[in-house]
């Protein structure tokens, strides 16, 4: 997202600080503007609606699918099951991170739960764009059923997601590089 004026780039550092930590619903256009020192004539200036506003906080949250599988690529060259190691590694880092209050992709799916909402569907595409990522850095391996291998590990992503919210981070980092491995393992031709 690319805000121009100090006065947008203001009131989207709010924005996305107070959807990550509170939540999208939980937000409104009033506090924004009160902890922005923006009005709300300047804010909808900006932002047509706070739906929009969600709409592009959900789209700026999303790393490119494509950075982590070059990153992966780059890291270890011709090794397309340490590609994938580094992609798994690099999701339990980030859910290490200090601060760290799940996707916020899945948390925008679980606020607005109707599949034709904006917010919701831009989240779920954005989602879909990691399962194919994860389906390429699969594709290579020697495995049955490289589909479901990658879907199942997008899973263990959101559980680990999940987790981390209730159990210890690093416990939780640690499970999903576990338990990963061990359903890789379980998937390849022998």
Known sequence: MEVRSPTGQRVWGVACD???????RAVGVAEIAERSGVGKPSIYRSFESKEQLAVTYVQAQAAPSHAWLD?????????PKAQLRHVIDA??????EPGFRGCPLANACVEFPDRDH???????????EY?????????????????GLAYMLQMLV????????????????AALKE?????????MDR
């Open 18 to 24: 107070l959807f990550y930590r509170e939540g999208i």
């Open 71 to 79: 990153a992966a690529r780059a890291a270890c060259p011709d090794d």
């Open 91 to 96: 999701l339990a880092d980030r859910i290490s």
């Open 118 to 128: 904006p917010v919701h569907r831009t989240a779920g595409a954005l989602k879909a």
């Open 131 to 147: 399962l194919e990522m994860l389906a390429e850095l699969v594709a290579p391996l020697p495995v049955r059923d490289p589909q």
């Open 158 to 173: 959101e559980g680990a997601n999940v987790s981390t919210q209730i159990f210890s981070a690093e416990r939780s980092a």
């Open 179 to 187: 338990a990963a491995e061990r359903l890789i393992r379980s998937f």
